[in-house]
């Protein structure tokens, strides 16, 4: 099993910075993919990035390339996403997710999921 716990959310004006951190425990190999996500008010869960455990591979939707960024601490089992230029579309509760395997991008494909931790960016 693997346990997921985010931190770092809260209110920031537009164009500002967060940075949400995961923290991970439990049995997490290098064939992991870590993957971001958040979800709006009324809207489906949306899929923001993922990186690899071993860090080699890093994808980023359109939306918040260029502006986020993922990395991970394998030795402290911590997985980062960096958020600048916010945007108010930007506004969403943000959950950190795992899975064993290759990429993917649609949340039924995670098996692991953190709580989320919320993000508001204002205009």
């Known amino acids: 099993q693997v346990q997921l716990v985010e931190s770092g959310g809260g209110l920031v004006q537009a164009g500002g910075s967060l940075r949400l951190s995961c923290a991970a425990s439990?049995?997490?190999?290098?064939?992991?993919?870590m993957g971001w996500f958040r979800q709006a008010p009324g809207k489906e869960r949306e899929f923001v990035g993922a990186?690899?455990?071993?860090?080699?591979?890093?994808f980023y939707v359109d939306s918040v390339k260029g502006r986020f960024t993922i990395s991970r601490d394998s030795a402290k089992n911590l997985v980062y996403l960096q958020m600048n230029s916010l945007k108010p579309e930007d506004t969403a509760v943000y959950y950190c997710?795992?899975?064993?395997?290759?990429?993917?991008?649609?949340?039924?494909?995670?098996?692991?999921w953190g709580q989320g931790t919320q993000v508001t960016v204002s205009s």
């Open positions: 439990g049995r997490i190999f290098s064939s992991h993919y």
């Open positions: 990186i690899s455990w071993s860090g080699v591979s890093i």
């Open positions: 997710a795992a899975r064993n395997g290759g990429l993917r991008y649609r949340a039924y494909e995670y098996d692991h």
